[in-house]
């Protein structure tokens, strides 16, 4: 190889985050993945094996907390305070980023000025979902449409967050369905499924991999999915899109960020141990159990992506004309 080739090939790697700073020594001290819903959902499933891999690697130790609350802005506003010396890493949907802005009147950050993107790590699909609290004879929207026009003080719905992705999701439907439905808000994934178990609420918005395993064992029911294809997952299930409903295409990610201000040095060194921890073998198997695949980017990609999708979204939350309470 010639040697102008050869360097060439290195610039281009460490560009990408893939040379230097894997070699680099780790940083002295304990980094947090500061998770914005309680233990025990799909965050937990991709946060925690990745911490075991960058251990003594990215950090001298790398530990996963939890901090809930106030549909994921508490965890924001905690890692925007927190120093810029990497040690700090936000793990949130992207829709906080994204959605939020257009739904809430006040909010303490901003995405562009508060934070530094650093990758996506997975996309969420989302599953319409019917527990037993809905009769058993409902296994489409249709069906669920034509029911909630029969018992109409029976129109509620749960999502993981109030203001959320899945929110929409069901703003959407109802507007689209002429229905007026009542979203439940609950804090986070797990609470909102045990209750969706236990027949609390009839129905609800998942990310999907906190409900196949009850659904591939009957004890719950996918309506419809909001993907713009059917899922791999659950391949029998058609979306909303096939179901009648063409404009209910609702989808986020799993994304990580660092407090703005962070040395662009360190950004890059957890992009590229965030790639290589994800793509490993077991953590693969781990996200597959869960329904979830692994799509990272450069820091640029997904700077360039979060601005769409707030564009987006602005245009969505308009045409609801849906207000957060703050």
Do not use: C
Not at 70 to 82: L, Q, S
């Amino acid at each position: 190889m010639k040697r102008r080739d050869m360097l060439a090939g290195i610039a281009g790697m460490a560009a990408f985050g893939f040379s230097g700073p894997l070699r680099a020594q780790p940083l002295a001290g304990n980094a947090f993945v500061i998770n914005a819903f309680p233990p025990g959902g799909i965050g937990d499933h991709v946060a925690r094996p990745l911490a075991e891999k960058m251990r003594g690697k990215y950090a001298a130790n790398v530990l996963v907390e939890s901090r809930p609350g106030a549909g994921g802005r508490i965890a924001v506003e905690y890692v925007k305070r927190a120093a810029p010396d990497g040690l700090t890493i936000l793990q949130i949907p992207t829709s906080v980023m994204t959605l939020y802005p257009s739904t809430y009147r006040k909010l303490s950050y901003d995405m562009a000025a508060d934070f530094a993107p650093v990758s996506t790590t997975v996309p969420y699909e989302f599953s319409f979902t019917a527990g037993p609290g809905l009769p058993p004879e409902i296994r489409s929207v249709a069906d669920y449409i034509q029911w909630v026009k029969a018992n109409p003080k029976l129109a509620n719905y749960g999502v993981p967050a109030a203001g959320s992705a899945l929110h929409f999701a069901g703003m959407m439907l109802a507007r689209a369905s002429g229905t007026e439905l009542k979203a439940i808000a609950y804090r986070g994934g797990a609470p909102l499924l045990n209750d969706l178990m236990g027949g609390q609420v009839p129905v609800s918005f998942n990310v999907l991999g906190e409900v196949l395993p009850h659904v591939k064992a009957g004890k719950l029911r996918s309506l419809g999915l909001t993907t713009a294809t059917r899922s791999t997952f659950l391949s029998e299930v058609p979306t909303l899109a096939e179901q009648g409903y063409k404009d209910i295409v609702v989808s986020e990610y799993l994304g990580w960020f660092l407090p703005a201000r962070t040395p662009m040095e360190t950004l890059r060194r957890l992009n590229g141990q965030l790639r290589e921890g994800i793509q490993s073998p077991d953590h693969l198997d781990i996200l597959a159990k869960n329904a979830l695949q692994p799509v990272t980017q450069s820091p640029e990609e997904f700077a360039k992506m979060l601005r769409q999708d707030a564009a987006r979204w602005s245009t969505i939350a308009k045409a609801t004309g849906f207000t957060a309470e703050d």
